[in-house]
């Protein structure tokens, strides 16, 4: 029997946490404003993520990091619509990217995945029970409790940041070799000096995390 309900009444962390303490197969799926994530469960563990943003999906997350070719990715993609095999299954199969690689990808979407619905506050859930559901082909198996205490790390550090920085329409200026760090009451993680550098060289809050 499946579950649904509102993310205002029952937090996407409170909803993993219950899933996976129940230890059976079943596929967790968040519906945010602007994207869907589904994640797959099994034995307390997370196998895989998926999402609705393209620029998320293995094959371009696979391409975009140099790990495959846009032609290995093209042929990969042909190849699954034409045998129905998962895509991962399909790449590794014909040695486009090796098996490490894919679960070190499939690990850092989960890991993602689970600490962006985290911080939905709208939206809806369902829990499907699904023995065998339907992947990449590779299972990466992290354990919930541990995606949950990444999340809830990557939080804190990125609600610190934020505070830091102030305004999410702040701007910054920096002239190379002159500017110095603000001083701030923020205890580490959140080393001050470091974000001010990384916001100097034109980078995100989010690649901090």
Known sequence: MSVRGQLSTMPAEDVLEWAGRRKVALVVTVTGADAVRSLALAGGQVLWAASSRAEE????????SGHLADRGLTDSLEARAETGVPLAKVMQMAGLVSEDTLVEVLATKIREAVTDVVSWT?????VVPRPNPAGAGVAAGIPVEVCLAIARRRRERLAK???????????????????APPATPVEPPVDAGRLWRQVGQGRTVAQLA
């Open 57 to 64: 999906q293995l094959g371009t997350v696979l391409s975009a």
């Open 122 to 126: 709208d939206g809806e859930f369902e």
């Open 161 to 179: 940041a934020a505070a830091l920085i102030g305004s999410d329409d702040v701007s910054f200026q920096v002239s190379a070799g002159t500017a």
